[in-house]
């Protein structure tokens, strides 16, 4: 979808000229976490609009730098292109719901989450097949990627002057983030699926699984708690939580998670998921 930009005022036009990297920075980031088919060039376009828009909007008495009003107002006028668009493709939830099954029989069978080689075997495809369709699947996410975090997408993200290091740190906690999503045991999987993927309301949800409301709502609780918990250890390489039960089979289902997340991908295999950033 193309989106047109307002003509600025002549006086507007120094300070869109000046952070116009803004919006290629902003473009590179969420391109890197979305399919490849949706067009780069609308995503330019959307947040040129964002950034024309910011510049006609801003009024410097409030104190807030422009730099940091402008990001805002481009970030959102990216997830406006994004959710004015069906990008996620059939073949894409296609495979999601294959996933999802696969995932099913195996925990009928062998009472435990399967780790990603194990999701493969079970669908008859290599696991580094496997691994693009949980990408594919798992990007969508990005237009709710901010209720994972604590404090939202803007400190997820590195900042534009952000050094190499910090940058390497940002890939491959994405990755880990996808990793944790994917390995999620099946009833977490099924409802962070459902909510943020298929952007299905809560009373959906609740009717299809046959529970309240206020169960959906612990359920995906207990999902970020889980995958920021993985996310902690594997990225620190530090203990899992300890728990109070640790023979429990909620514990050993958790410990079982964690070990899943931590053995899913290499950080090589994550840096190589996760491009790095546009200069």
């Not at 930009?5 to 290629?24: E, K, Q, S």
């Not at 696969?102 to 496997?130: I, N």
């Not at 691994?131 to 404090?151: F, I, K, S, W």
């Not at 089979?249 to 070990?259: C, G, I, L, N």
């Amino acid at each position: 979808m193309q989106t047109t930009r307002p003509t600025a005022p002549a006086h507007h036009d120094d300070m869109i000229r000046t952070n116009m990297p803004l919006v290629g920075y902003a473009v590179s980031s969420m391109a890197a976490r979305i399919p490849r088919h949706v067009p780069r060039e609308d995503l330019m376009s959307a947040g040129m609009l964002g950034l024309t828009q910011a510049a006609q909007a801003y009024d410097p008495s409030t104190g807030v730098p422009f730099d940091r009003f402008a990001r805002l107002r481009i970030k959102g006028a990216l997830l406006d292109e994004l959710r004015s668009r069906d990008w996620a493709s059939r073949s894409v939830r296609r495979n999601a719901r294959r996933m999802q099954a696969a995932r099913d029989t195996f925990v009928s069978r062998e009472g435990r989450t399967a780790s990603l080689d194990e999701t493969a075997a079970e669908m008859g495809v290599e696991v580094d097949e496997a691994r693009h369709m949980v990408d594919d699947v798992h990007r969508g996410t990005v237009l709710n990627y901010q209720a994972l975090t604590e404090d939202g997408v803007d400190d997820m993200l590195p900042a534009p002057d952000a050094t190499p290091e910090a940058n390497i740190l940002d890939r491959e906690r994405r990755a880990i983030l996808l990793d944790a999503i994917a390995v999620l045991p099946e009833r977490q999987q099924a409802v962070i699926n459902a909510y943020f993927f298929e952007e299905r309301p809560m009373a959906d949800i609740a009717d299809e699984m046959g529970v309240t409301e206020s169960r959906i709502s612990q359920i995906r609780a207990e999902a970020f708690e889980m995958i920021r918990a993985a996310m902690e250890a594997t990225l620190e390489d530090t203990p899992a939580p300890v728990e109070q039960r640790p023979n429990g089979h909620a514990a050993r289902r958790r410990a079982s998670y964690y070990a899943a997340v931590a053995t899913a991908s290499t950080v090589a295999q994550r840096l190589d998921r996760v491009p790095a950033m546009a200069a």
